[in-house]
């Protein structure tokens, strides 16, 4: 990924990025029977959009994006909520590590396109205690597309 590619754009992404829809969210939380003490991993966060909006279904959130500026972004979006539960990474989803069975949920927001998938999907798994999903979200159908799924 070109890592200047998005330089300048971060304050009209944050304000302008269409939020999922809460319904969606509920949806999430409810299919994967979420118990509010478990860890959350949102990979590739962004300005936050998931980790700040699902974090109070968790103890903790651990979100990781490469951008420095989308990761300040998220930090004011969870200061301006009150949000304290999450601890912010700046790294790649890839040089990303975690003991196996660590998280109930993980989830990669309009995102996993910038990922290394055939590396990324096993290491996912074994993150995820057993039975807990990865949820990939993003704004098109994956059968709408002609995208290469691994």
């Known amino acids: 990924m070109n890592r ?3 330089q ?4 009209y992404y944050a304000r302008y990025r269409v939020p999922y829809p ?6 999430v939380c409810e299919q994967a029977q979420l118990t509010g003490s478990g860890r959350l991993l949102d990979l590739g966060c962004g300005t936050g959009e ?6 109070p279904r968790f103890q903790d959130v ?14 004011q979006k969870a200061r301006d909520q009150q949000v304290t539960n999450i601890q912010w ?3 790649s989803a890839e040089r990303f590590s975690a003991e196996p069975d660590s998280f109930e949920l993980v989830t990669i927001g309009a995102a996993f396109h910038w990922m290394d998938r055939p590396v990324m999907a096993p290491r996912i ?5 057993p039975q807990q999903p990865l949820v990939i979200m993003g ?10 799924w691994h």
């Open 4 to 6: 200047h590619l998005f």
């Open 8 to 11: 300048g754009t971060v304050p």
């Open 22 to 27: 809460q319904a969606l969210l509920s949806q």
């Open 50 to 55: 998931l980790a700040v909006r699902l974090s």
């Open 62 to 75: 651990i979100a990781v994006d490469p951008d420095a500026e989308m990761l300040a972004a998220a930090q």
């Open 89 to 91: 990474l700046h790294q």
């Open 125 to 129: 798994r074994s993150w995820l205690q």
């Open 139 to 148: 704004y098109t159908s994956i059968w709408s597309g002609n995208a290469d």
